[in-house]
């Protein structure tokens, strides 16, 4: 299949494709991964970033500069994570950020569920504002690409490079999840990429305003996310 063609949006077809790609790229380092994936793929895969740093972006666009890349507007972002969003676009400005929104604006949520719901029902509200608008703009692709790390979480520990996302019917690569913190931290550096401007104010791991807070000194960096809840994931990636 040459670059910049349809793949096959058949759903059978793409996860005999993925769990191939799972055996033969078990290894991959991440530009292995990402080459693979432009020369499967071609135009039709899409980046997601949370913008708490642009290292997935830098990677890609090392290799195809004009991609399409998903943040998720909920509606609740820190003023600086859409401060990042925008300094990324003109930074590489070849991308093309797709703003994922939720059906309704906070207000019509509000009017809906009452204010606040993410402290009510935080998995509501995520299934609201994230997992529903991911869905829906992946249902116009047959692959993404995720900043997945094996040591973001301990539910993350088995993430494979590529693998077939069940959920949202997609093939789904994590170029960088054997990527360890120091790894992360090193490409940042020696590449000087943007990164957002929490992280050095604590926030190691960044969400929506409300629901994120600054991580104390050596503890695990997800422990900033819905702090006092038993909840630790978004549902996005499982």
């Given at each position: ?103 309704q604006t906070v207000a019509e949520q509000d009017a809906e569920y009452g204010p ?123």
């Amino acid at each position: 299949m040459s670059v910049g063609s349809k793949i096959t949006r058949d759903a059978t077809e793409l996860k005999a494709l993925a769990e191939r790609a799972s055996e033969e790229l078990a290894e991959a380092s991440a530009i292995e991964a990402l080459r693979w994936t432009v020369e499967t793929f071609g135009d039709d895969f899409i980046v997601a970033s949370n913008m708490q740093d642009a290292v997935l972006i830098d990677l890609v666009t090392g290799i195809k500069s004009d991609v399409d890349v998903l943040f998720l507007e909920t509606g609740y972002h820190f003023a600086e994570t859409i401060g990042t969003r925008d300094a990324v676009a003109t930074v590489y400005p070849d991308i093309r950020v797709i703003n994922a929104v939720p059906r309704q604006t906070v207000a019509e949520q509000d009017a809906e569920y009452g204010p606040r719901l993410y402290e009510r029902d935080p998995n509501l509200c995520c299934q609201l504002r994230k997992v529903v608008p991911l869905r829906e703009t992946l249902a116009r692709y047959p692959a993404w690409v995720t900043g997945v790390r094996r040591v973001d979480a301990p539910t993350r520990a088995g993430t494979p490079i590529v693998g077939w996302d069940e959920r949202n019917g997609l093939v789904k690569i994590n170029p960088i999840a054997p990527w360890t913190d120091e790894e992360f931290r090193a490409y940042i550096d020696e590449h000087g990429v943007l990164e957002n401007t929490l992280v050095s104010e604590g926030y190691l791991s960044i969400g929506c305003a409300p629901c994120t807070a600054k991580v104390a000194p050596g503890a695990d960096p997800r422990s900033g996310r819905w702090a006092g809840q038993a909840k630790t994931e978004c549902g996005l990636h499982g």
